[in-house]
Every structure is written in C-alpha cells, then in structure tokens.
C-alpha cells in the first residue's frame, strides 16, 4: 500500500492522465472523477474523463459531467487514475483494456482491495467515500479547490454517506464536506436533486416492486425483485431502480436486505445492505461479489428465482452466525 505522497507524485510527473470511476456509477464514482480531473486541469495536466456506464440524468448537473465519455475513447494517455473501484471488472469490458496499456495504473478507492491491480494504490477502507479520499489528496498536492471542484466532492461525499446517515460517516468526513461548503457550494439545491425529487420512472419502479415485497420467516431476512419483464414494462434503467433496497432495508426488525434486479434476461444483479452486525461484504464474496460491511452486491448467472434461493439461503446464514 503506498501513500497519498506516492500517488501525489505520479500525478505531477503525468500529462495526459485519462480518469474512470465504475460501472453502474454512481456520486461518489463521478463526483471523484470530475473534482480529481478539474483540479488537476488546474495545474497544467491534459485530462480525459470516461466512465463504463453512462452518466445517470441525476448527475448531470455536476460541473464538467457533459465532458464524460462512456466507453474508451480514442487518445493516448501515460496515466489511468481509476476511482472508487476495487476490481478491474467493474471497470467494463471496453475501458478495462487500459490495465493491458504500457502505461501507469493508478487505484484510489475506499473499499476492501483483495488483489492490488495497479501500480500505485492507495486504499483507505475507513474512508466513507472516494471523494473524502480525494480531498486530501488536493490538500496533500496543494492544489486550491474551487466551487466546481468542491460541488463534485461534496456530492461524491453526501451520495456515499447517504447524507451523512451511515456508519462509516466520521467528524473528519462533515469536516471535510463543511470546508467544501465554504467554496460556495449549494448543499441544500444538491440535496433537494439528490434526495428529494425523482424522475416519474421511480414510482413507476416502486408500483412494479413492491408487491413482491418479501420477509423471512425469522423476520431478519428481507427483498425485492425486478425482474426483466418489469423492467420492460416500466421501461426503467438502472438508476431508476438504484433505492429499491431500501424498502426491504426499512423494515423493523431485518438485519439483512436483497435487492434482486435482472440486468438482461439471466443476469441477475444482487443488491446486498447489512443494518447493524451482518458484514454483507462476505455474503456478496461468497458469490465473486464484494463491498462495505453494509452494502455489497454481486453479479449472477441464472434464473433470478434460483439466483434468489442461493442468496436468501446464504444470507439466513450469516444472521444466523451473527458476521
Ligand atoms: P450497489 O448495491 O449499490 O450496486 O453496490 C453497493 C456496493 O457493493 C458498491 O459500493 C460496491 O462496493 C459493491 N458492489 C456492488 N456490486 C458489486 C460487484 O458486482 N462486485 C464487487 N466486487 N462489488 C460490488
Ligand atoms: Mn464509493
């Protein structure tokens, strides 16, 4: 493991530096991309931004996201700064072909890296976001902030934090987003985006998913499904359906919540949340999958009603082990 000086380093020795986040992005992903990129457009660095997945409607109100690619665009780069991102998969088929490139890797994020991909990695599991990460590291490079810069970090930080709700928000992390509200930024506007007001699409989600609305038997297991046909119904992307786990979260008494959502016909992504002593992480590891202690996730092959009886069964487990 090296430190933020080490990664410093290598962003002053680079010049054309390309950033990407991780599929499915989401504020913490983006809002680390474009605050590091903008900011280091600010000493003299030639940046491209690009992301696996396109940017969700919902973020498009941040400073530089119209400057996003998807997918790998065409250039040539001498530094690949991959954010928030803790296994080359979830880079993507088209931008994971960068590792293959004879060029530096660098990996700053805030989960559990198992194996190091690049060259200089820089992981800080208690870190509650990649953006809080990144601050430092622009305090470390002494590079001045500006309300841009500090409107990507303080939804990168407000996203992952659920609004300063989880367990892994610390005093260092409301320290860091009231330093970043001093530059100007809107926190209640960004807010108000963010929490508040949502596309029609997410009702018509909530209508589709919620009558499957399920419990264990003990009261501590709880999901959801949508499945294709839902998603064909409402015509709903990923990001309409990104807070459905939330619902089977909310409910008294569940420890563990499933989010069960087919991405095309037999793959199924499974949405992992923890509420007080189960580390999801290790369930979603089971099954190639990984994460936080609260909210993990992983893909799967397979019919979603197979695909759901391993994942409950596993899930009964780990409440029954209490980890
Ligand atoms: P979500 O359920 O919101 O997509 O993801 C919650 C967290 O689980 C993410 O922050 C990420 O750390 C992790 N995660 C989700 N899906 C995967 C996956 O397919 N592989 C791995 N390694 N981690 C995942
Ligand atoms: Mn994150």
Not at 54 to 59: D, K, L, M, Q, V
Not at 75 to 100: A, H, K, N, Q, W
Not at 102 to 129: G, L
Not at 316 to 321: D, H, I, N, Q, S
């Amino acid at each position: 493991m090296n430190d933020l000086k080490d990664v410093a380093w290598e962003l002053y020795d680079a010049e054309s530096i390309i950033i990407s986040g991780h599929v499915m992005p989401d504020g913490d992903s983006i809002g680390s991309t474009l605050g590091l990129g903008l900011a280091l457009e600010k000493i003299g660095k030639k940046i491209t931004f690009t992301s696996p997945h396109p940017i969700p409607e919902i973020y498009k109100f941040l400073p530089g996201a119209e400057r996003i690619h998807h997918g790998l665009p065409d250039g040539v780069y001498d530094t690949f700064v991959v954010l928030d991102c803790s296994v080359p998969d979830r880079l993507g088929d088209e931008v994971v072909s960068l590792l293959d490139r004879d060029i530096k890797v660098i990996n700053i994020d805030h989960h559990q890296v198992e194996k190091p991909f690049a060259h200089v990695s820089y992981i800080d599991s208690k870190a509650a976001s990649t953006g809080e990460i990144i601050f430092d590291l622009l305090k470390n490079m002494r590079i001045n902030l500006d309300v841009d810069i500090a409107t990507n970090l303080y939804t990168a930080i407000v996203t992952d934090t659920g609004s300063f709700k989880y367990e892994g928000t610390a005093p260092g992390t409301h320290r860091k987003a009231a330093a970043l509200l001093e530059y100007g930024v809107n926190g209640a506007r960004i807010s108000k985006m963010l929490f508040d007001e949502k596309p029609i699409e997410v009702f018509k989600v909530l209508e589709n998913a919620l009558p499957t609305l399920n419990v264990s038997e003990c009261g501590k297991v709880a999901w959801i499904n949508f499945d294709w046909e839902a998603r064909q119904k409402t015509g709903a992307k990923d990001e309409h359906t990104e807070e459905l786990v939330d619902y089977p979260r909310r409910i008294k008494g569940v420890e563990v919540a499933l989010l069960f959502r087919e991405l095309s016909p037999g793959v199924v992504k499974v949405s992992m949340r923890s509420n007080y002593y189960v580390d999801v992480s290790r369930v979603a590891s089971e099954f190639g999958g990984g994460g936080h202690k609260r909210a993990s996730g992983c893909v799967l092959k397979g019919d979603i009603s197979e695909v759901q009886k391993q994942v409950i069964s596993a899930a009964l487990e780990a409440v029954k082990r209490r980890v």
